[in-house]
């Protein structure tokens, strides 16, 4: 989720050291960002929670595209819409947002022709994200367009649930392989507060229709944060395998519009491992599977059930990182962490032929550099963007960048 030099998206306290700039890469009129912000271990935290994976050296791409530190181009979230219906604590905190102009969200067929410019140069695995993607009427139609094409192997939803259980058939039918609900808590009270809508049975609906609809390989995402849910890691795990769905674990992020981020909060990889082997014994651990990139380092409990931990805060994987990201608007981001992306939409609309737009984005991967979390951990102190930033560029939310 994250990597070094495309500027992260978290402050610059006051008086704290410069990170290591990186080299500005100039495409037209639009430029690469050559600063990374300050962000670094709090001092609540011992320095022995943080690791990084940077001696990790990824396997090339199918094209053998690779960016400078030897990561291939294989994976590609696509953000559909900015809009959402919940208001999670970790995202969206704040009473009002700014939103991205309707007429400058890529139309579905832009958002298909942006798709098969990144299948063309090696990736085979897309995300549609948003804000909440059951938002945008069009998804099955989208899904439907990009499910035709044999070269995308895994074509994936992240949705928050609540809208899920009636549209879930017409996914299925559109050609969605798999899909991920979010699922903070199993307390409708808590839900009600850390979301400030009243849609948890809603939200179970969803999920059950998943589970009934015959899609493998379904994932429930829990970001856990001290003090709100950190004490139903056991029971989220036992709804989990009721419903036949894999767990997942997140660290709380300071990232986007994670304004009330504060490291007391952070429920480290290595205190819920602590935490479910007294409840439930010692895990095994089983890596990534058969795919090294994946964010999940997957466990397997005593009892057979298999969870996996997001560990982005206390140790980020930007040394195996292979996604890129494409905001509703069509900015692509090679790092969630990025304050500046390329506007790929101007240059569609501009009526830039296909060579010269897989010219753009062969010339932004192979000059690559970001570790953006990694870096996160090498300056003091840490904290999250402020009000007035996210406000003046909504492309620097979570929201916006489909996380």
């Known amino acids: 989720m994250a990597r070094l030099c495309t500027g992260h998206i978290a402050r610059q306290p006051a008086g704290a050291p410069s990170a290591p700039a990186c080299e500005a890469e100039p495409h037209g009129r639009n430029r690469w960002t050559a600063r990374t912000a300050a962000v670094t271990r709090s001092d609540t935290a011992p320095p022995s929670v943080f690791h990084t994976d940077a001696g990790h050296t990824p396997a090339q791409g199918p094209l053998g595209m690779v960016d400078r530190h030897g990561r291939p181009l294989r994976s590609l979230r696509l953000s559909v819409t900015d809009r959402c219906n919940l208001r999670c604590t970790y ?11 309707r007429p400058g969200l890529l139309t579905v067929e832009e958002c298909v ?5 990144f299948v063309s140069l090696g990736v085979d695995r897309v995300r549609l994200t948003g804000g909440e993607p059951l938002l945008r009427p069009e998804l099955p139609e989208l899904i439907s ?22 549209r879930m058939e017409a996914l299925r039918e559109a050609g969605l ?4 609900v979010s699922l903070d808590t199993l307390d409708p ?19 059950a229709a998943a589970a009934e609809s015959g899609l493998p390989d379904l994932k429930l995402d829990t970001v856990v944060l001290r003090g709100f849910n950190d004490d139903e890691l056991v029971p989220l795990l036992d709804y989990a395998a009721s419903v036949g769905a894999e767990l997942r674990f997140i660290e709380y992020m300071d990232v986007g519009g994670a304004t009330r981020w504060h490291p007391d909060r952070v429920v480290s990889r290595a205190e819920l491992l602590t935490r479910l082997t007294e409840a439930l014994g010692a895990p095994t651990p089983l890596g990534r599977g058969d795919d090294p990139s994946a964010p ?28 890129s990201r494409v905001t509703a608007d069509g900015t692509w981001f090679r790092c969630l962490y990025a304050q500046r992306g390329l506007s790929l939409r101007d240059a569609l609309r501009e009526g830039a032929s296909d060579a010269a737009l897989l010219e753009r984005l062969t010339e932004g991967w192979s000059t690559r550099a970001d570790r953006g979390a990694e870096a996160r951990l090498s300056l003091f102190p840490r904290a999250p963007l402020e009000r007035d930033q996210l406000l003046a560029d909504p492309l620097l939310e979570m929201h ?4």
């Not at 995202?91 to 102009?101: D, G, I, N, S, V």
């Not at 009270?189 to 999920?207: C, K, M, N, S």
């Not at 916006?400 to 996380?403: E, L, M, N, Q, Y």
Request: hydrophobic share 40%.
């Open 400 to 403: 916006t960048r489909g996380g």
């Open 189 to 207: 009270g808590r839900f009600l507060a850390h979301t400030r809508g009243d849609h948890h049975a809603r939200v179970l609906e969803g999920i």
């Open 91 to 101: 995202c969206m905190p704040e009473a009002e947002y700014r939103w991205l102009p």
């Open 177 to 180: 392989h798999r899909i991920t």
């Open 113 to 117: 022709r942006v798709v098969r410019l």
């Open 145 to 166: 367009r990009l499910a035709g094409d044999a070269r995308i192997r895994d074509l994936a939803l992240t949705t928050n649930g609540v809208l899920l259980a009636p």
């Open 296 to 323: 999940a380092e997957r466990f397997r409990l005593p009892d057979g059930r298999i969870f996996g931990v997001i560990a982005s805060t206390t140790q980020p994987f930007c040394g195996r990182c292979d996604r």
